[in-house]
């Protein structure tokens, strides 16, 4: 039974489903759903969406770097245990690793890297020249997040261990509730069939969960609006802080602090939307299986469920701010000295400059939380230039390069998507200045 067929057979049991269980089905039924790879490649060049690892090398690289600075705080454990949750085909997992065996102090000796994903074909991280006897890479199906209509977490098929739990565009795959506000009366979309049809309709909340993590928050949606509410991210920091005895958790994703995530003026349809062959599609019922559902991140529930189970926020900024603290201008700057032809300077340039595109990928958040470990300040999250021990380690370590498997934007690989490449680098995001985010 494929995905759609398994939605419209709950529909036949019950009347109707809320589209969390909906969305989870349409992602993760292990027959044909989205992320359960039967239907080609689904990020990249000839997928529905492209990500940071696959723009540049630069990314990975410059979160090993940040891997590397916690490692030192935690007084260099051995193994430090890198849990990249949501892996995908293992290109982030292959450039940090490969990155990482540059880094001195024995860091590559005690890095032991796990890909989890609820896919568990093996990715791009077995071709890593890096790994081998000193750095262990294993990937480990996840069981997948099923909505929270019955059906239990997965949990994590782990060890305890130190270390970092890395995710990059994880959550805003997690499956999400929507509410609407009618009649002054907060409902829930839920889906059916009409006609033959699957159609939204909105009724009765599913659970008071819905209503209370909107209370907790302080928000009170407008008349008329309508916000996703990803109630699966307490299943998700609780298993992660229960296998994390201490270290850190790294998310990056796209998404917003609820003020302003669940603002009437700014997001009044909320920010579910749909991606397939790189085109913004907005239509969650059609291509069942086929094509991406995502919604933006509620980075102020992260944070609020972290605290719940232990993680303490210990920085939250832009990717853009994010990355160039680490040092990004000045891998940038140094491409003309790498003996480098025209062509490759350009794409190398044209990749780290989308990394931080304001507008794009650069308006993404980093956000870091600690179990354990005490409070310490992050290269990631402060301005590079104050930062001795990041500044002499960079000036050591020239800029990776992009690989056959990253996407050369001046090569117009991806024509369906719209890549706006800036002469030189844009001026620091101004907060609250961001635009809505486009993929
Ligand atoms: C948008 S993709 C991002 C892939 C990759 N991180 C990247 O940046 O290209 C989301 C990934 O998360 C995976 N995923 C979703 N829920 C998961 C879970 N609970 N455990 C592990 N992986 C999960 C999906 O299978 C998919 O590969």
Same mark, same amino acid.
């Given at each position: 039974m494929n995905a759609e067929q398994e939605i419209r057979r709950r529909i036949a049991d019950r009347g109707s489903i809320t589209f969390a269980e909906f969305m989870d089905v349409a992602l993760y039924w292990p027959a044909g759903g989205y992320y359960r790879g039967t239907g080609g490649p689904v990020g990249g060049p000839q997928g529905d969406f492209y990500t940071s690892p696959l723009v540049h090398p630069a990314f990975g690289a410059l979160l090993s770097v940040q891997l590397f600075q916690m490692w030192l705080i935690m007084d260099? *454990?051995? *193994?430090f245990t890198v849990l990249e949750m949501g892996a995908g085909n293992g290109l982030l997992c292959r450039d940090v690793a490969e990155f990482s065996t540059k880094l001195p102090e024995g860091f590559p000796k005690a890095l032991r890297y796990i890909c989890l994903d609820v896919n568990s074909q093996p990715g791009l991280e077995k071709g890593s020249a890096a790994t081998g006897e000193q750095l262990e890479v294993l990937r480990v199906a996840a069981g997948g997040y099923l909505g929270g209509d019955g059906n239990p977490p997965a949990g994590l098929p782990l060890a305890r261990f130190r270390g970092c739990v890395l995710s990059n565009e994880l959550l805003d795959a997690f499956p999400v509730h929507q509410v609407t506000m009618r009649g002054g009366k907060l409902l829930e979309v839920h889906v059916t069939v009409e006609q033959g049809e699957l159609a939204m309709v909105p009724d009765e909340l599913s659970t008071p969960a819905l209503a209370d993590r909107l209370d907790g928050l302080g928000v009170v949606l407008g008349e008329g609006q309508t916000a996703e509410i990803c109630l699966g991210l307490e299943d998700w920091t609780g298993a992660i802080s229960d296998i994390l005895e201490a270290g850190f958790v790294l998310t990056v994703d796209y998404g917003r602090e609820a003020e302003d995530l669940y603002s009437a003026k700014d997001r009044p349809r909320g920010t579910l939307t749909t991606f397939y062959r790189h085109t913004?599609?907005?239509? *969650?019922?059609?291509r069942i299986g086929s094509q991406d559902i995502t919604a933006q991140v509620d980075f102020t529930s992260v944070m609020n469920e972290g605290r719940k189970f232990g993680l303490a926020p210990m920085g939250y900024l832009t990717q853009r701010e994010f990355l160039l603290n680490l040092g990004l201008q000045d891998w940038q700057r140094g491409l003309t000295g790498l003996g480098l032809t025209q062509r490759q300077t350009d794409a190398n340039r044209a990749g780290m400059v989308d990394l931080v595109r304001p507008g794009g990928l650069g308006d993404f958040k980093a956000l870091v939380q600690g179990k354990g470990v005490g409070h310490h300040d992050l290269w990631g999250f402060q *301005?590079?230039?104050?930062v001795q021990g990041l500044k002499r380690l960079m000036d050591s370590l020239p800029a990776p390069l992009m690989t056959p498997d990253h996407l050369d934007l001046n090569q117009g690989r991806d024509p369906g998507s719209e890549f706006q490449i800036e002469g030189d680098w844009p001026p620091f995001a101004v907060p609250g200045g961001e635009e809505e985010v486009s993929l």
């Open positions: 260099r *454990p051995s *193994p913004q599609t907005d239509a *969650p019922l059609r *301005p590079g230039a104050s």
